[in-house]
Structures are given as structure tokens and as C-alpha cells.
């Protein structure tokens, strides 16, 4: 079992940036690829990147590449999402994800947080 805890979303001009972190439970942490999610108002779940479970990997979706960058701390069973240069359209609840491979597939992740809240004005 693991459980994660999302946090950092706040409210943020368009052009500016936020870390969000996820905290995970458990001994575990380094056998699992870390992922972020996001789902806005209306719409379904969107990947938005994944990282491997010794950090040397990572894939995105085409709409963050270049502006947001998964990384993480495996001594600190944590995994981070920066966002730079932010978009009204990155508005959204983001979701840190645990899972077996790397996937943008939600179904393919076992473990989610509660999410956390990001809101980027115009």
C-alpha cells in the first residue's frame, strides 16, 4: 500500500511558476514509477508526465513539454512536478499517481493522492 499526499497547487499569474510536491508512505517508494495526472472542470483525467523508479526516465505530455519537469527524491519519498511559464490552460486539479511502468494510461496507476488545486489567471 501507499498513500500520497499532494502538495503546493495554489493561485498563479499566467507566465509564472509552482512546485507541487507528493509525499508517499510506505518503505516502497523507489520500486514504483511516479506519475502527475490533472483534470479540469468538465473534462476527463490528462497525463501529464511520469518519471522511473531511479529517475533516469521521464515522459511527457506534448502540452507541458518544455515548461514542467517531474523529478525525484528517493531518499525523501517524494516526487515533484515544477511548472514554468504557466498557461490559464494548466488550470487544473493535479493528481500525483503510483504505478508499475511508465504509462499515460490512468488505469495503469494503482495509487492516487487527493490532488491539489491549481488555478492560473490570465
Known amino acids: 500500500q501507499v498513500q500520497l499526499v499532494e502538495s503546493g497547487g495554489g493561485l498563479v499569474q499566467a507566465g509564472g511558476s509552482l512546485r507541487l510536491s507528493c509525499a508517499a508512505s510506505?518503505?516502497?517508494?523507489?520500486?514504483?514509477?511516479m506519475g502527475w495526472f490533472r483534470q479540469a472542470p468538465g473534462k476527463e483525467r490528462d497525463f501529464v508526465g511520469a518519471?522511473?523508479?531511479?529517475?533516469?526516465?521521464?515522459l511527457y505530455a506534448e502540452s507541458v513539454k518544455g515548461r514542467f519537469t517531474i523529478y525525484r527524491d528517493n531518499a525523501k519519498n517524494t516526487v515533484y512536478l515544477q511548472m514554468n511559464d504557466l498557461k490559464p490552460e494548466d488550470t487544473a486539479v493535479y493528481y500525483c499517481?503510483?504505478?508499475?511502468?511508465?504509462?499515460?494510461?490512468?488505469?495503469?496507476?494503482?495509487?492516487w493522492g487527493q490532488g491539489t488545486q491549481v488555478t492560473v489567471s490570465s
Open positions: 499517481v503510483a504505478g508499475v511502468g511508465i504509462t499515460t494510461r490512468p488505469s495503469q496507476y494503482n495509487y
Open positions: 510506505g518503505r516502497a517508494f523507489g520500486t514504483y514509477v
Open positions: 518519471i522511473s523508479r531511479n529517475g533516469g526516465n521521464t
